[in-house]
């Protein structure tokens, strides 16, 4: 098994979705969109379908009932004109998620799902999710795994750096090997870290954005709590996650 890091988009190989491309990908935006996705499949979303562009969202969404939908949209930080909520882990409670589908479109997480959607199996991952989609990757034996960051509008992400040290960790550990500087990089930042991640988060200029535009200590303390569930966000048709447990 050889692990790959790419920090966004834009730095992926042209031979992602060929047969000699990656067999897996894993998405991270820790700040907040793939943190959200696990929280909301795991308190019962019926699925959630990422859209990088927000005509297709609104077309397609409104083919659904309004009483089984739930738009989510944000950019630079804030919700979205219109939309049900933005982009925060706290919100999506089984209160308001349970059943339902989430149309969802952010600024950064769903350009970097829309860029991986042709790899076999494609995952997200949180710091809250990261030893189920480890577990998962590992019991699934795939040989070429391709971890993606989001960044911010295509540029470097410390907080999704983060998290590829944080999975890699468990994936050298059962055997698969360092295939880039750029997760060797991770697997340092993780070392750094791994004893107060949400420090890390707070100190990123992503981190920094938030905190200058509102009190997000809850989402903060949500994306960097490691290990809490056990849903592996699985797309099953290009752009749609639903919850697949280890």
């Known amino acids: 098994m050889q692990v790959s890091y790419f ?3 834009g730095d992926v190989p042209d031979t992602v979705g060929s047969a000699q491309g990656p067999d897996a990908a894993v998405v991270i935006d820790v700040l907040r969109a793939t943190t959200t996705i696990a929280w909301a499949l795991h308190n019962g979303a019926e699925a959630v379908q990422a ?6 969202l609104r077309t397609q969404s409104s083919q659904w009932p309004e009483s089984s939908r739930l738009l989510l949209g944000e950019r630079g930080g804030c919700t979205l ?3 049900d909520l933005g982009n925060s882990p706290v919100a999506v409670t089984p209160e308001v998620v349970k059943g339902k589908r989430l149309f969802m479109s952010t600024t950064n997480g769903t350009r970097a799902l829309q860029r991986v959607r042709d790899v076999p199996r494609l995952v997200t991952l ?5 030893r189920a989609v ?5 019991a699934e ?11 911010w509008e295509g540029t470097y992400s410390l907080e999704d750096s983060l998290a590829a040290g944080a999975i890699a960790e468990l994936l050298v ?14 697997l340092s930042l993780w070392q750094q870290w791994q004893h107060d991640p949400e420090a890390c988060l707070r100190v990123a200029s992503h981190g920094q954005r938030l905190m200058r535009i509102g009190n997000h200590d809850a989402d903060f303390s949500c994306c960097a709590a490691l290990d809490q569930i056990d849903v592996v966000p699985t797309q099953v048709e290009p752009g749609v996650l639903r919850a697949v447990g280890v």
Do not use: M, Y
């Open 51 to 56: 859209f990088a562009d927000l005509d297709d």
């Open 141 to 151: 034996n795939h040989q070429r795994i391709l971890v993606l960051g989001s960044g």
């Open 7 to 9: 920090h966004a988009a």
């Open 81 to 83: 004109e219109g939309f």
């Open 126 to 130: 949180a710091l809250p999710n990261r």
């Open 173 to 186: 550990s059962a055997g698969a090997t360092v295939a880039n500087d750029e997760l060797q990089a991770a």
């Open 134 to 138: 480890a577990e998962r990757l590992l």
